[in-house]
T-cell receptor
Framework: RKEVEQDPGPFNVPEGATVAFNCTYS??????FFWYRQDCRKEPKLLMS???SGNEDGRFTAQLNRASQYISLLIRDSKLSDSATYLC?????????FGTGTRLKVLA | NAGVTQTPKFQVLKTGQSMTLQCAQD?????MSWYRQDPGMGLRLIHY???????DQGEVPNGYNVSRSTTEDFPLRLLSAAPSQTSVYFC???????????FGPGTRLTVL
């Protein structure tokens, strides 16, 4: 079993839709959690960190469920510009482990 | 602030050749790491370093060496290139506490 797992998608959604991604992790000692966005042929860039109490940044909401060992990302009112691959990342003591990424395509 | 820089951007090697991928950061980050990204496999950790003089292996270290003689630089050496090492390589850095990583633009390597 992979340490961090994501549904690879692709998720094809119309503009304005709400879409949610989940990411499960196997190491219960994991300390920090992140969502990254990666555009085609570019480097990953941080979208948001994920805090225990959940956090929101505009149209994006991230949540952590330590009991079930998953993190989630909710995107409301999807825009064409949201089309990208979304990677979850989990950090233990020293290592960051990334999921394989979920592809999102927002359709006009 | 240049952030994380990587050279070269593209490289083609023949099987058996060796080369070094360069990575440098100017943010005084203690933590640096190398990943490879292959289709359907996501980012896989090759090696990482928590400070100058300290390195450790990640998920897929075989065929790669690293060293960290300064805080700024973290080169990745391919000892004897193989076609299985064809990939996109990303270097990343962060502060040692669990903070976000900043990625370089990547090196696209093809081994023939």
């Amino acid at each position: 079993r992979k340490e961090v797992e994501q549904d690879p998608g692709p998720f094809n959604v119309p503009e304005g839709a709400t879409v949610a991604f989940n990411c499960t992790y196997s190491n219960s000692a994991s300390q920090s959690f992140f969502w990254y966005r990666q555009d085609c042929r570019k480097e990953p860039k941080l979208l948001m960190s994920v805090y225990s109490s959940g956090n929101e940044d505009g149209r994006f909401t991230a949540q952590l469920n330590r009991a079930s060992q998953y993190i989630s990302l909710l995107i409301r009112d999807s825009k064409l510009s949201d089309s990208a691959t979304y990677l979850c990342a989990v950090r233990g003591t020293y290592k960051y482990i990334f999921g394989t990424g979920t592809r999102l395509k927002v359709l006009a | 602030n240049a952030g994380v820089t990587q050279t070269p951007k593209f490289q083609v090697l023949k099987t058996g050749q060796s080369m070094t991928l360069q990575c440098a950061q100017d943010m005084n980050h203690e933590y640096m790491s190398w990943y490879r990204q292959d289709p359907g496999m996501g980012l896989r950790l090759i090696h990482y370093s928590v400070g100058a003089g300290i390195t450790d292996q990640g998920e897929v270290p075989n065929g790669y060496n690293v060293s960290r003689s300064t805080t700024e630089d973290f080169p990745l050496r391919l000892l004897s290139a193989a076609p299985s090492q064809t990939s996109v390589y990303f270097c990343a850095s962060s502060y040692s506490s669990p903070n976000e990583q900043f990625f370089g633009p990547g090196t696209r390597l093809t081994v023939l």
